[in-house]
Protein backbone atom coordinates (compact mmCIF):
# COMPACT_ATOMS: atom_id res chain seq x y z
CA UNK A 1 0.00 0.00 0.00
CA UNK A 2 0.93 3.68 -0.68
CA UNK A 3 1.27 6.11 1.70
CA UNK A 4 -0.01 9.48 0.29
CA UNK A 5 0.23 11.55 3.58
CA UNK A 6 -1.72 14.66 4.00
CA UNK A 7 -1.59 15.45 7.59
CA UNK A 8 -2.58 18.76 9.02
CA UNK A 9 -0.87 21.09 11.19
CA UNK A 10 -2.17 23.87 13.96
CA UNK A 11 -0.63 26.98 13.74
CA UNK A 12 -1.42 28.38 17.08
CA UNK A 13 -0.20 26.82 19.64
CA UNK A 14 -2.12 28.64 22.31
CA UNK A 15 -5.23 26.18 21.25
CA UNK A 16 -3.23 22.60 21.74
CA UNK A 17 -4.81 22.84 25.76
CA UNK A 18 -7.96 23.36 24.68
CA UNK A 19 -8.04 21.03 21.86
CA UNK A 20 -6.85 18.68 24.43
CA UNK A 21 -9.91 19.12 26.87
CA UNK A 22 -12.02 18.79 23.58
CA UNK A 23 -10.57 15.61 22.48
CA UNK A 24 -10.68 14.08 26.16
CA UNK A 25 -14.55 15.01 25.88
CA UNK A 26 -15.24 13.10 22.86
CA UNK A 27 -12.89 10.30 23.85
CA UNK A 28 -15.43 10.17 26.91
CA UNK A 29 -18.45 10.51 25.38
CA UNK A 30 -17.60 7.47 22.52
CA UNK A 31 -16.71 5.18 25.33
CA UNK A 32 -20.05 5.77 27.31
CA UNK A 33 -21.58 5.43 23.99
CA UNK A 34 -20.38 2.00 23.11
CA UNK A 35 -21.15 1.00 26.75
CA UNK A 36 -24.51 1.94 25.99
CA UNK A 37 -24.78 -0.37 23.05
CA UNK A 38 -23.26 -3.46 24.53
CA UNK A 39 -25.95 -3.22 28.01
CA UNK A 40 -28.37 -3.08 24.82
CA UNK A 41 -27.26 -5.80 23.19
CA UNK A 42 -28.38 -9.40 25.17
CA UNK A 43 -26.07 -11.67 26.80
CA UNK A 44 -26.88 -14.34 24.54
CA UNK A 45 -26.03 -12.15 21.71
CA UNK A 46 -23.40 -13.22 19.17
CA UNK A 47 -21.02 -10.15 18.43
CA UNK A 48 -19.09 -9.47 15.07
CA UNK A 49 -15.61 -10.47 15.31
CA UNK A 50 -15.91 -12.74 18.55
CA UNK A 51 -16.23 -16.53 16.24
CA UNK A 52 -15.18 -16.22 12.90
CA UNK A 53 -17.48 -18.67 10.58
CA UNK A 54 -15.02 -20.24 8.48
CA UNK A 55 -16.39 -22.71 6.02
CA UNK A 56 -14.20 -23.29 3.04
CA UNK A 57 -10.48 -21.24 3.66
CA UNK A 58 -7.31 -23.20 3.66
CA UNK A 59 -5.12 -21.33 6.61
CA UNK A 60 -2.49 -23.46 5.87
CA UNK A 61 -2.31 -22.76 2.48
CA UNK A 62 -2.55 -19.45 2.69
CA UNK A 63 0.33 -18.89 5.37
CA UNK A 64 2.54 -20.89 2.58
CA UNK A 65 1.75 -18.57 -0.09
CA UNK A 66 2.84 -15.65 2.64
CA UNK A 67 5.50 -17.15 4.10
CA UNK A 68 7.03 -17.59 0.16
CA UNK A 69 6.42 -14.84 -1.08
CA UNK A 70 7.43 -12.76 2.15
CA UNK A 71 10.87 -15.11 2.03
CA UNK A 72 14.62 -14.01 1.83
CA UNK A 73 14.44 -16.06 -1.46
CA UNK A 74 12.22 -13.21 -2.87
CA UNK A 75 14.08 -10.13 -1.50
CA UNK A 76 11.38 -7.89 -0.84
CA UNK A 77 9.39 -8.59 -4.86
CA UNK A 78 10.80 -5.20 -5.88
CA UNK A 79 9.41 -4.04 -9.37
CA UNK A 80 12.19 -5.18 -12.14
CA UNK A 81 14.25 -7.35 -9.89
CA UNK A 82 14.78 -11.07 -9.72
CA UNK A 83 12.56 -11.79 -6.67
CA UNK A 84 10.00 -9.80 -8.71
CA UNK A 85 10.52 -12.31 -11.62
CA UNK A 86 10.01 -15.60 -8.74
CA UNK A 87 6.94 -14.17 -7.31
CA UNK A 88 5.63 -13.80 -10.79
CA UNK A 89 6.30 -17.13 -11.63
CA UNK A 90 4.71 -18.69 -8.28
CA UNK A 91 1.72 -16.65 -8.91
CA UNK A 92 1.59 -17.69 -12.39
CA UNK A 93 1.59 -21.36 -10.83
CA UNK A 94 -0.38 -20.98 -8.36
CA UNK A 95 -3.28 -19.80 -10.82
CA UNK A 96 -2.51 -22.77 -13.18
CA UNK A 97 -2.63 -25.17 -10.55
CA UNK A 98 -5.64 -24.00 -9.27
CA UNK A 99 -7.51 -24.35 -13.17
CA UNK A 100 -7.39 -20.26 -14.25
CA UNK A 101 -6.74 -19.88 -17.97
CA UNK A 102 -4.29 -17.15 -18.84
CA UNK A 103 -5.67 -13.79 -19.77
CA UNK A 104 -5.26 -13.12 -23.46
CA UNK A 105 -3.21 -16.56 -24.15
CA UNK A 106 -0.71 -15.62 -21.54
CA UNK A 107 -0.55 -14.98 -17.39
CA UNK A 108 1.98 -12.24 -17.82
CA UNK A 109 1.41 -8.92 -19.21
CA UNK A 110 4.05 -6.10 -19.39
CA UNK A 111 3.43 -2.78 -19.56
CA UNK A 112 5.84 0.62 -18.81
CA UNK A 113 5.93 3.46 -16.88
CA UNK A 114 7.44 6.71 -16.67
CA UNK A 115 9.53 7.13 -13.12
CA UNK A 116 12.79 9.36 -12.11
CA UNK A 117 13.24 10.87 -15.44
CA UNK A 118 13.04 7.25 -17.37
CA UNK A 119 11.33 4.34 -18.55
CA UNK A 120 10.42 1.11 -16.57
CA UNK A 121 8.89 -2.06 -16.91
CA UNK A 122 6.17 -3.68 -14.78
CA UNK A 123 4.30 -6.77 -15.10
CA UNK A 124 0.91 -8.05 -13.82
CA UNK A 125 0.11 -11.35 -13.73
CA UNK A 126 -3.96 -12.53 -14.66
CA UNK A 127 -6.07 -15.16 -14.54
CA UNK A 128 -9.29 -15.78 -15.53
CA UNK A 129 -12.02 -17.57 -14.55
CA UNK A 130 -15.76 -18.30 -17.29
CA UNK A 131 -19.00 -17.90 -15.98
CA UNK A 132 -20.40 -20.85 -16.02
CA UNK A 133 -22.84 -19.44 -19.12
CA UNK A 134 -22.05 -17.24 -21.42
CA UNK A 135 -21.72 -13.30 -19.71
CA UNK A 136 -19.89 -10.76 -20.87
CA UNK A 137 -20.04 -9.39 -17.26
CA UNK A 138 -17.10 -9.15 -15.22
CA UNK A 139 -16.27 -8.87 -11.50
CA UNK A 140 -12.35 -8.40 -10.82
CA UNK A 141 -9.86 -9.22 -7.69
CA UNK A 142 -7.30 -7.52 -7.66
CA UNK A 143 -3.82 -7.20 -4.87
CA UNK A 144 -0.65 -6.23 -5.54
CA UNK A 145 2.58 -8.42 -5.55
CA UNK A 146 5.19 -6.04 -5.29
CA UNK A 147 7.07 -4.39 -2.02
CA UNK A 148 9.96 -2.34 -1.34
CA UNK A 149 12.85 -5.14 -1.73
CA UNK A 150 16.35 -4.44 -0.15
CA UNK A 151 17.99 -0.83 0.59
CA UNK A 152 21.38 -1.81 1.75
CA UNK A 153 21.61 -4.53 4.41
CA UNK A 154 17.76 -4.28 4.99
CA UNK A 155 15.26 -6.50 3.18
CA UNK A 156 11.71 -5.48 3.43
CA UNK A 157 9.88 -8.57 3.72
CA UNK A 158 6.31 -7.13 2.86
CA UNK A 159 4.37 -9.80 4.82
CA UNK A 160 0.92 -8.20 5.09
CA UNK A 161 2.26 -5.29 2.14
CA UNK A 162 1.15 -7.09 -0.02
CA UNK A 163 1.80 -10.83 0.35
CA UNK A 164 -0.88 -11.37 2.39
CA UNK A 165 -3.55 -9.93 0.10
CA UNK A 166 -1.86 -12.18 -3.03
CA UNK A 167 -2.96 -14.64 -0.54
CA UNK A 168 -6.07 -14.38 -0.50
CA UNK A 169 -6.69 -13.74 -3.78
CA UNK A 170 -5.16 -17.17 -5.12
CA UNK A 171 -7.30 -18.70 -1.69
CA UNK A 172 -10.37 -17.16 -3.59
CA UNK A 173 -9.28 -18.26 -7.02
CA UNK A 174 -8.77 -21.76 -5.62
CA UNK A 175 -12.16 -21.89 -4.46
CA UNK A 176 -13.81 -20.00 -7.18
CA UNK A 177 -12.53 -22.62 -9.62
CA UNK A 178 -15.09 -25.67 -8.27
CA UNK A 179 -18.02 -23.08 -7.86
CA UNK A 180 -20.88 -22.28 -10.33
CA UNK A 181 -20.07 -18.70 -11.29
CA UNK A 182 -22.81 -16.16 -12.77
CA UNK A 183 -20.04 -13.88 -14.24
CA UNK A 184 -16.51 -13.92 -15.54
CA UNK A 185 -13.95 -13.33 -12.58
CA UNK A 186 -10.62 -12.18 -13.14
CA UNK A 187 -7.45 -12.20 -10.64
CA UNK A 188 -4.80 -9.37 -11.16
CA UNK A 189 -2.10 -9.72 -8.87
CA UNK A 190 -0.31 -6.17 -9.92
CA UNK A 191 3.38 -4.91 -10.13
CA UNK A 192 4.92 -1.44 -9.45
CA UNK A 193 1.76 -0.40 -6.85
CA UNK A 194 4.03 0.83 -4.49
CA UNK A 195 5.82 3.67 -6.57
CA UNK A 196 2.55 4.67 -7.71
CA UNK A 197 0.13 2.40 -9.07
CA UNK A 198 1.36 2.17 -12.22
CA UNK A 199 0.27 -1.98 -12.42
CA UNK A 200 -3.30 -0.72 -12.27
CA UNK A 201 -3.02 2.28 -14.09
CA UNK A 202 -1.90 -0.04 -17.07
CA UNK A 203 -4.11 -2.09 -16.60
CA UNK A 204 -7.27 0.80 -16.89
CA UNK A 205 -5.72 2.32 -19.56
CA UNK A 206 -5.99 -0.68 -21.59
CA UNK A 207 -9.90 -0.68 -20.90
CA UNK A 208 -9.81 2.60 -22.95
CA UNK A 209 -8.19 0.83 -26.05
CA UNK A 210 -10.37 1.00 -29.44
CA UNK A 211 -9.39 -3.02 -29.80
CA UNK A 212 -9.59 -3.99 -26.13
CA UNK A 213 -11.01 -7.48 -25.34
CA UNK A 214 -12.68 -6.04 -21.96
CA UNK A 215 -14.28 -2.56 -21.68
CA UNK A 216 -14.96 -0.69 -18.40
CA UNK A 217 -18.37 -1.04 -18.48
CA UNK A 218 -19.01 -4.89 -18.36
CA UNK A 219 -17.22 -4.42 -14.87
CA UNK A 220 -19.42 -4.80 -12.29
CA UNK A 221 -17.39 -4.98 -9.38
CA UNK A 222 -13.73 -4.24 -8.70
CA UNK A 223 -12.17 -6.14 -5.35
CA UNK A 224 -8.84 -4.90 -4.05
CA UNK A 225 -6.67 -6.57 -1.35
CA UNK A 226 -4.45 -5.06 0.42
CA UNK A 227 -2.77 -5.63 3.63
CA UNK A 228 -5.50 -7.71 5.29
CA UNK A 229 -3.59 -10.17 7.66
CA UNK A 230 -2.65 -8.26 10.43
CA UNK A 231 -6.33 -6.99 12.26
CA UNK A 232 -5.51 -3.69 14.31
CA UNK A 233 -7.34 -3.50 18.17
CA UNK A 234 -10.81 -3.56 17.12
CA UNK A 235 -10.11 -6.73 15.41
CA UNK A 236 -12.12 -4.97 11.85
CA UNK A 237 -11.59 -4.95 8.36
CA UNK A 238 -11.90 -1.60 6.51
CA UNK A 239 -13.98 -1.36 3.61
CA UNK A 240 -13.78 1.29 1.32
CA UNK A 241 -15.56 2.47 -1.68
CA UNK A 242 -19.61 2.76 0.12
CA UNK A 243 -20.26 6.16 -1.60
CA UNK A 244 -20.37 3.96 -5.49
CA UNK A 245 -23.22 1.61 -3.69
CA UNK A 246 -26.97 2.70 -2.86
CA UNK A 247 -27.74 -0.45 -0.48
CA UNK A 248 -23.64 -0.41 1.20
CA UNK A 249 -25.65 -0.98 4.68
CA UNK A 250 -27.18 -4.17 3.59
CA UNK A 251 -24.02 -5.49 1.77
CA UNK A 252 -22.38 -4.46 4.56
CA UNK A 253 -24.86 -6.96 6.95
CA UNK A 254 -24.76 -9.33 4.62
CA UNK A 255 -21.05 -9.48 4.59
CA UNK A 256 -21.13 -9.55 8.36
CA UNK A 257 -23.69 -11.83 8.87
CA UNK A 258 -21.67 -14.30 6.26
CA UNK A 259 -18.50 -14.61 8.36
CA UNK A 260 -19.26 -12.79 11.56
CA UNK A 261 -16.45 -10.87 10.91
CA UNK A 262 -16.56 -6.67 12.20
CA UNK A 263 -16.38 -4.20 9.15
CA UNK A 264 -15.91 -0.51 9.44
CA UNK A 265 -16.81 1.31 6.16
CA UNK A 266 -15.30 4.10 5.72
CA UNK A 267 -16.64 6.95 3.25
CA UNK A 268 -13.68 8.01 1.09
CA UNK A 269 -12.74 11.63 0.89
CA UNK A 270 -13.18 12.95 -2.08
CA UNK A 271 -9.48 13.46 -3.97
CA UNK A 272 -7.23 16.01 -2.82
CA UNK A 273 -9.80 17.27 0.00
CA UNK A 274 -8.99 14.87 2.96
CA UNK A 275 -7.51 15.94 6.45
CA UNK A 276 -7.30 12.05 7.42
CA UNK A 277 -3.35 11.28 7.55
CA UNK A 278 -3.46 8.83 4.70
CA UNK A 279 -6.19 9.60 1.79
CA UNK A 280 -7.63 6.17 1.12
CA UNK A 281 -9.10 6.91 -2.38
CA UNK A 282 -5.32 7.21 -3.63
CA UNK A 283 -4.39 4.76 -0.90
CA UNK A 284 -3.72 1.73 -3.39
CA UNK A 285 -5.16 -0.03 -6.62
CA UNK A 286 -8.39 0.57 -6.74
CA UNK A 287 -8.12 4.53 -7.18
CA UNK A 288 -7.28 4.29 -11.13
CA UNK A 289 -10.49 1.94 -11.64
CA UNK A 290 -11.99 4.68 -9.41
CA UNK A 291 -11.21 7.05 -12.08
CA UNK A 292 -12.30 5.22 -14.55
CA UNK A 293 -16.06 5.02 -13.14
CA UNK A 294 -15.56 1.01 -12.56
CA UNK A 295 -17.49 0.11 -9.15
CA UNK A 296 -14.67 -0.64 -6.71
CA UNK A 297 -14.44 -2.02 -2.95
CA UNK A 298 -11.14 -2.01 -0.99
CA UNK A 299 -10.26 -4.19 1.69
CA UNK A 300 -7.62 -3.71 4.32
CA UNK A 301 -6.26 -2.40 7.25
CA UNK A 302 -4.44 0.72 9.31
CA UNK A 303 -0.92 0.88 8.73
CA UNK A 304 0.34 -0.72 11.57
CA UNK A 305 4.32 -0.37 13.23
CA UNK A 306 5.58 -2.40 10.97
CA UNK A 307 4.21 -1.11 7.66
CA UNK A 308 6.92 -0.30 5.46
CA UNK A 309 9.44 -1.96 8.09
CA UNK A 310 11.73 -4.68 7.56
CA UNK A 311 9.94 -6.38 10.33
CA UNK A 312 6.37 -6.74 7.94
CA UNK A 313 7.05 -10.83 8.39
CA UNK A 314 5.36 -13.80 7.85
CA UNK A 315 5.35 -14.53 11.61
CA UNK A 316 3.00 -11.19 12.55
CA UNK A 317 0.24 -12.61 10.17
CA UNK A 318 -2.78 -13.32 11.91
CA UNK A 319 -3.98 -15.98 9.34
CA UNK A 320 -7.53 -16.75 10.96
CA UNK A 321 -8.52 -12.83 10.48
CA UNK A 322 -6.69 -13.55 7.04
CA UNK A 323 -9.18 -16.21 6.44
CA UNK A 324 -12.09 -14.26 7.42
CA UNK A 325 -11.09 -11.86 5.66
CA UNK A 326 -10.65 -13.87 2.36
CA UNK A 327 -14.02 -15.52 3.02
CA UNK A 328 -16.03 -12.13 3.21
CA UNK A 329 -14.52 -10.99 0.35
CA UNK A 330 -15.54 -13.97 -1.58
CA UNK A 331 -19.40 -13.32 -0.30
CA UNK A 332 -19.13 -10.13 -1.59
CA UNK A 333 -17.60 -11.60 -5.38
CA UNK A 334 -20.66 -13.85 -5.67
CA UNK A 335 -23.20 -11.33 -4.05
CA UNK A 336 -26.30 -10.72 -5.85
CA UNK A 337 -26.16 -7.98 -8.67
CA UNK A 338 -29.11 -6.09 -7.47
CA UNK A 339 -27.02 -5.32 -4.41
CA UNK A 340 -24.58 -3.74 -6.29
CA UNK A 341 -26.52 -1.16 -8.75
CA UNK A 342 -25.63 2.13 -8.01
Known amino acids: MRTPFALTHNRYLGLAPLLSLLKLGLFTLSLLVLGLLGCAQGPNDRRCGED ?6 DKSRLLIHVETLSSDQFAGRKTGTDGAAQARDYIAGQMQQAGLSPWLGRYDHNFEYDYQFGTRQGTNVIGILPASKPSDRWRLVVAHYDHLGKRGYKLYHGADDNASGI ?3 LEIAAHSANQARDANLMFIATDAEEPGLYGSKAFVDGLMAPDTALKASQITLMINLDMIGRPPRNNRIYLEGRRGFDQFEQIK ?3 EQSVNLCIRANHPPEAGKTIQRVDWLRASDHYPFHQA ?5 YFGVPPHKDYHQPSDEASKIDVNFLAAVTETA ?4 IMD ?5 N
Open 330 to 333: YKLL
Open 293 to 297: GIPWL
Open 337 to 341: TYLLN
Open 52 to 57: FRLTWS
Open 253 to 255: AQL
Open 167 to 169: AGL
